[in-house]
């Protein structure tokens, strides 16, 4: 079935780096774009980005213009997100989701989400 | 960018029905019909189900509608169910291809 894995949960120091990967199965990975998310504890939903998996061609949120780098490995189905200079406030549970309907900006398969834990 | 502006909260009884607004600007929501919705339940993914405004995926009850006019979206939960208490959250296209979420309303189903 179509499906999106994430990797594993991470701690992370104070102004370390932090690599997530979402590898897709079950479906044509360079017929979709990629977005990635975040959400903190018992907050809303953040827009980080998206990756064109057929290109590479990347947009960030301006908040995260300089300090994400979204890529993809086509080979391998994968796509990641890398987010540098880690703060506490980046400590946040992170999804990758797939967009469904070509140009719709909707959701239709979500990763079960990477713990991002960032503390001294 | 500042997220789209949903009630925090919103609350009714089962068998009625319940709206949640969506405020944008025409920047976002008043410039493009790519408003989706998802709803979350606690400790898990969010699920798409209203896309371009008012389209639902298949498998998502037809309890569930959307609507838009000018700058805000709506959506509703008609016919409540204990099972529609979760979270849900607004998204919708901006400008330059960006996205933009709301900050999430909790229905609670009394």
């Known amino acids: 079935q179509v499906q999106l894995v994430q990797s594993g949960a991470e701690v992370k120091k104070p102004g370390a780096s932090v690599k997530v990967s979402c590898k897709a199965s079950?479906?044509?990975?360079?017929?979709?774009?990629i977005y990635w998310v975040r959400q903190a504890p018992g907050q809303g939903i953040e827009w980080m980005g998206w990756?064109?998996?057929?290109?590479?061609?990347?947009n960030y949120a301006q908040k995260f213009q300089g300090w994400v780098t979204m890529t993809r490995d086509t080979s391998i189905s994968t796509a990641y997100m890398e987010l540098k200079r880690l703060t506490s406030d980046d400590t946040a549970m992170y999804f990758c989701?797939?967009?469904?309907?070509?140009?719709?900006?909707?959701?239709?398969?979500w990763g079960q989400g990477t713990m991002v834990t960032v503390s001294s | 960018q500042s997220a789209l502006t949903q009630p925090p909260s919103a609350s009714g009884s089962p068998g009625q029905s319940v709206t949640i607004s969506c405020t944008g600007t025409?920047?976002?929501?008043?410039?493009?019909?790519?408003v989706s919705w998802y709803q979350q339940h606690p400790g898990k993914v969010p699920k798409l189900i209203i896309y371009?405004?008012?389209q639902r995926p298949s498998g998502v009850p037809g309890r569930f509608s959307g609507s838009k006019s000018g700058n805000t979206a709506s959506l509703t939960v008609s016919g409540l169910q204990a099972e529609d208490e979760a979270n849900y959250y607004c998204?919708?296209?901006?400008?330059?291809?960006?996205?933009?979420f709301g900050g999430g309303t909790k229905l609670t189903v009394l």
């Open positions: 989701a797939r967009v469904g309907v070509v140009g719709s900006r909707a959701f239709d398969v």
């Open positions: 079950g479906y044509t990975f360079t017929g979709h774009y």
């Open positions: 990756i064109n998996t057929n290109d590479g061609d990347t």
């Open positions: 025409s920047s976002d929501v008043g410039a493009y019909n790519y």
């Open positions: 371009e405004v008012s």
């Open positions: 998204s919708s296209s901006a400008v330059n291809y960006k996205l933009i």
